[in-house]
């Protein structure tokens, strides 16, 4: 039995309480479509154990979801005609995460398709080495996931 959260939708979809468009299944990995997806074939891959974000899943259980993408992304490519899809997380309400439940978004990509474009910065000189130390030495006083 996988850990579940008792108001958590993809929990639900995943105990079948919910339908969904499945793609794949296994033990420990649930894949559907994305009710309301960026393009045809948005899939969603979620670990069945509820997990809120990359911050609270093993390492184990991440590389299973990962290796999930992986099979899934070519066979997105092969049935949508797509060249290219995204493949990203979202961690935190600030980061656009609605659903509370780890997911791995598989977004199939289309050129000039003007979806998800970033607004690049820039730092100032010295800014970027600076905070690269800043963050290696973070890194060392954190535990090992
Ligand atoms: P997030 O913004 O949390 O990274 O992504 C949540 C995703 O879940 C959204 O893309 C949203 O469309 C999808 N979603 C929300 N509720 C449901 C649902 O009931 N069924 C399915 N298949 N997808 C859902
Ligand atoms: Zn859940």
Redesign the pocket.
Known sequence: MHNTSMDC??C??IARK?P??IVYEDDDVLA???????NPG?T?VIPKRHVRDLLDVSPEAAAKVISVAQRIAPALLKVTGAPAFNC???NGPA???????L?V?VIPRHPSDGLISWVHGKYEPGESAALAQRIVAAMAVMPKV
């Open positions: 939708i993809f639900k979809i919910i969904s468009d559907i479509l994305d009710i309301a997806p960026i948005h969603l990203s997380i979202n980061s656009g995460q609605v659903v509370m439940h997911h978004h």
